[in-house]
């Protein structure tokens, strides 16, 4: 399949999972329907974003975009709601569940919703039209070199030890998503992104401890437990800390292609046989 297919293929299949995740969310059947949304949202900016700027592309990130915004509160509350549940406090839990039931409501019908998959819908043939025009005719050497920009970028945050550590959180993000998007035209190595895995879940594990340290400075029932949250946070990010330096020397050793013996060299590749 040619990659311009390919990538097509993957958006349809991308938006068929998020209208599966927001008939869940619309029918309420299970706990993890906006989990899955934006999961599946995620995927659909991660390969978007290298290509913003062609026809078509714009309209469709800045409505994933929007939804993004729109739901990133309410996938707060489901965690920090799994937290008081984990810690016992299941009445400061209920009484967030409660709400929560009604902010689905609000997504579920949104105008940013509706936008998103509307657009969805009407960028393949804007696309097309594109690809005949000759506008993708060097759709991967784009998407490598901004792979390589958002790579280069992060290795510049991580060898500043000011560079704040939210920001990093973010580009980290980006740079994971980003590589699991294209592993095929990434630089990275396997443990590259194992890394960028492992430091991503160090530091978001900080700003979640991070953000439930400043709601219990204003929601009064969660101040039993902001002592414990202050120590996990401190914790955590000493945790990333120590493996911020280990994903800076992974950044910057190359991927290894597979080599072929001098007996050999004549033969195709493996996987490549007819």
Same mark, same amino acid.
């Given at each position: 399949? %040619? ?11 991308? #938006? @068929? ?19 899955? +949304? ?7 900016? *991660?390969?978007?974003?290298? +290509?913003?700027?062609? #026809? ?10 929007? @939804? ?8 707060? !509350? ?19 569940? %409660? ?18 998959? *509307? ?40 060898? &500043? ?10 580009? @980290? ?11 095929? !035209?990434?630089?990275? *190595? ?8 492992? @430091? ?7 700003? &979640? ?11 009064? &029932? ?27 020397? !992974? ?14 060299? &004549? ?8």
């Amino acid at each position: 399949m %040619a990659f311009v297919d390919s990538f097509v293929a993957q958006i349809v299949a991308l #938006e @068929v999972a998020l209208y599966h995740a927001h008939a869940r969310m619309d029918a309420k059947t299970d706990s993890e329907a906006l989990h899955d +949304l934006r999961i599946n949202l995620r995927r659909i900016r *991660s390969l978007l974003r290298p +290509l913003r700027e062609i #026809e078509g592309i714009t309209p469709l990130n800045e409505a994933a975009a929007e @939804v993004g915004r729109l739901t990133t509160p309410e996938r707060d !509350l489901e965690v920090l709601i799994e937290e008081l549940e984990a810690q016992g406090f299941t009445k400061q839990a209920n009484v967030r569940k %409660a709400n929560l039931q009604t902010r689905y409501s609000h997504i579920v019908k949104s105008r940013a919703i509706n936008q998103l998959f *509307s657009q969805l819908d009407e960028w393949p043939p804007l696309f097309r039209t594109a690809e005949r025009a000759g506008a993708l005719r060097n759709i991967k050497k784009q998407i490598t070199k901004r792979l390589h920009k958002q790579i280069e970028s992060l290795k510049t945050a991580l060898a &500043d030890p000011q560079f704040d550590r939210h920001q990093l959180r973010i580009l @980290v993000k980006r740079t994971r998503y980003l590589n699991d998007a294209f592993p095929q !035209l990434s630089p990275l *190595s396997g443990e590259a992104a194992a890394s960028l895995k492992t @430091v991503q879940s160090a530091l978001g594990s900080w700003h &979640d401890h991070f953000q439930w340290c400043l709601k219990a400075r204003h929601e009064k &029932d969660l101040q039993p437990l902001a002592e414990a949250w202050h120590a996990a946070a401190e914790t955590a990010l000493l945790k990333a800390e120590a493996q911020l330096a280990q994903l800076l020397r !992974l950044l910057t050793t190359k991927k290894r292609l597979p080599q072929r013996s001098a007996k050999n060299k &004549d033969l195709p590749m493996q996987g490549n046989a007819t």
